[in-house]
């Protein structure tokens, strides 16, 4: 199977009722003198171009596995119904989370959701880490902070320009993904340059944090000094594996890693400021996230006692404490030793204190965009026990961040299904697709879904017990009366830093 492109033709392979076009270069390699650059055109190439196998993934410290890493990364992956319709199909544009650290397009397969729905399927890689988001005077004349996010629009224009070759509709374009993705699209949502190349947009378990210049340029200059170098030539000069092995502290934890860096031309507002000001792209949106989102990164507190538990809430909520204690006692969760971790997890998920993701924070977000949008849609993905490894003896994952995505996306988990989990996974398989396809998740067949502005969520279930549930119901499960009567802010530390703090040790 041979397409065309604008740079030269492209031959894929097919099976199982898919085409798949991998490894398409969507820009110029961000090597050399392009390190640290706003992405360039591909160059063209003579041929045809094998597209049988996925381009090298971005460099990042935490590879998982696959094709191997490279500071020439940037690919993109393209999965189409073999059977080619007369009418061009819609187009869902993911992109891969990760933290803006790890990740790669190939890490999720396109091609259940472009079988079941008739729908083209974009996967993309995009720099990550010091290469994807280093902010420092100097570095470059546009997008310090932000090459990973222009990367993404860079893959959106090449969508533009090409779908329609592989069968797709570049009129409709949905941007998706899942955590740093999630973060990703609500970024390009409030980001004016990439307005018009995209009609709709689905958020997984993210959100819309940023960085101020001021904050990404310090984080800069404590990378520079751990990579010791006084400029940003020094920088220009090393070799990426040097770069890479220097950014352990940049790329930090889940609450302190790189994020789009606001109060730029790509990115004049932080998102959470354009989504509450109307000033974020109004298209239909399908977001949401899962029911435990936090309870893994509360492993740090498996163990804690009573009074280390009450001296963390102490340290977080200060003179808040007394009250966030009452309503999450350590008794309610005790005679367990992750007593504590559950804790954490219920009034860290409730209070969204994980950069707004989940619980009530979140809840409000749904609320902002469907305040302008009148066809958006919230879920809560309430799985008691989907398939997680890894997780310790005796701990009770329940459905933690990203649990939801091989309900989505076939992967080992996806083999560990219960009967009930496999019908829901058809279900969420059809609702994304049916959103991709018309801006509205209702699917024949499945559980009405109304949108947020109804009043209404959906709490997708396993065997068949998806059902809509009022938005007060969402409230009273996450204590929102409560958290909405506080003032608060995100969690300032890392997990284990705050559990270090308050005595909890681990050997």
Known sequence: MTVPTDKGPVAGASADGVDRFLGIPYAAPPVGARRWQPPAPAAAWTGTRAATAPGSRCLQLRDSGGPGTSEDCLYLNVHTPAHRTSRPLPVLFWIHGGGFSAGSGDGEDGSRIAEANDVVVVTINYRLGVFGFLDLPGLSERG???????????????????????????GRVTIAGESAGGHSVCALLASPPARGLFSGAIIQSGGC???????????????????????????????????????????????????????????????????????????????????????????????????????????????????????????AYGGDPYAATYAFSALWGDSSVFYGLGGCQYH???????????????????????????SPSGFDPGAPHASEMAYLFPSAASQLFSPGQRQLSTEMVRYWGSFVKHGDPATAGHAAWPSYRAGKYMSLLPGGESRALTSGVYAARHQCAFWDSLDYGWLPVNPDQLAAQAGVLHS
């Open 144 to 170: 310090a902070g932000n090459y990973g996010l222009l990367d993404q629009q860079a893959a959106l224009r090449w969508t533009q320009r090409n779908i329609g070759a592989f069968g797709g509709d570049a």
């Open 209 to 331: 944090p940023s960085h101020t210049v001021g904050q990404a340029v310090a984080r800069g200059k404590k990378y520079a000094a751990a990579a010791g170098c006084a400029d940003t030539s020094c920088l220009r000069a090393k070799p990426a594996g040097e770069l890479l092995a220097s950014g352990a502290e940049f790329v930090g934890g889940i609450l302190s890693g790189p994020l789009p860096v606001s109060g730029v031309p790509e990115l004049p507002l932080p998102p959470s400021e354009a989504v509450r000001t109307g000033r974020a792209a109004n298209v239909p949106l399908l977001i949401g996230h899962t029911r435990d989102e936090v309870r893994q990164w509360a492993l740090p507190f498996a163990g804690a006692t009573k009074a280390q538990y009450e001296r963390a809430v102490r340290i977080e909520f200060g003179a808040r404490a007394d009250a966030v204690l009452a309503h999450y006692p350590y008794s």
């Open 364 to 390: 409000d977000l749904a609320g902002e965009f469907a305040s302008r949008q009148p066809r958006t849609y919230f879920y809560e993905f309430d799985d008691p026990h989907p398939p997680v490894g890894g």
